[in-house]
């Protein structure tokens, strides 16, 4: 099974055609998906004027796409490479994670889900890794009251979400299933008790 640098590679290679090219960004998701794979497939053919379905886009486009996801997953890589150094350190000193910040981190591994977007159509605007890296430093930092990626305060609790966790907190604005850890007891509180609302698209 081919990884992320070698689909990549084909992806920039100009004696590939341009099907395949696309396949192979595409086979990227499967490795590396911030919003989930269909959530993040249509955030790049957004944000990169690339037809969902044409199965022979411009080749720049492709590679501009390509260069997003790229930033994001270094972005990444460089939090898991902390986190597992952090993670050696707590156990040397017999340290532990709350158990909701552990469960959230397994469901992440790898980089898939990471601000998961229930409906694929609902996902931030702005580039992956900046994205990325305002959720990296609300998870280091206190809990706080509004979504880490739009700042939205009107996050609802949903119990119908496609995935695991199959229910939890979801900012109202930018769709982003929100990592517990990350808000407040009041704030998932609020969530709980608040009435449903329907997700707008984000402009």
């Known amino acids: 099974m081919a990884g992320f640098r070698s689909l990549a590679r084909q992806v920039r290679d100009p004696r590939c055609d341009l099907a395949l090219r696309?396949?192979?960004l595409r086979k990227c998701l499967e490795r590396f998906a911030p919003y989930g794979h269909r959530a993040t497939w249509d955030h790049l053919c957004s944000r990169?004027?690339?037809e969902p379905d044409d199965r022979d886009p411009d080749p720049a486009r492709l590679v501009a796409?390509?260069?997003e996801l790229e930033e994001a997953r270094a972005v990444w890589l460089a939090y898991e490479r902390d986190f597992a150094a952090r993670r050696r350190r707590e156990k040397h000193d017999g340290l532990r994670r709350p158990g909701s910040f552990?469960?959230?981190?397994r469901?992440?591994?790898g980089g898939n889900g990471i601000a998961r977007c229930d409906d694929p159509r609902v996902h931030p605007t702005d580039p992956l890794a900046d994205v990325l890296r305002r959720l990296i430093t609300a998870l280091e930092a206190a809990p706080a009251a509004v979504c880490p990626v739009c700042a939205e305060r009107r996050i609802v609790w949903r119990h119908d979400l496609d995935q695991e966790p199959w229910f939890g907190p979801v900012c109202s604005r930018c769709g982003i299933v929100v990592?517990?850890?990350v808000?407040?007891?009041e704030a998932l509180r609020a969530a709980k008790e608040a009435p449903g609302r329907q997700l707008a698209s984000v402009a």
Request: proline share 9%; net charge negative.
């Open 183 to 185: 808000l407040t007891h």
């Open 102 to 105: 552990d469960d959230w981190h």
């Open 107 to 109: 469901r992440t591994w």
């Open 22 to 24: 696309r396949y192979s």
């Open 65 to 67: 796409a390509l260069d």
């Open 179 to 181: 990592p517990q850890p």
């Open 48 to 50: 990169h004027g690339i």
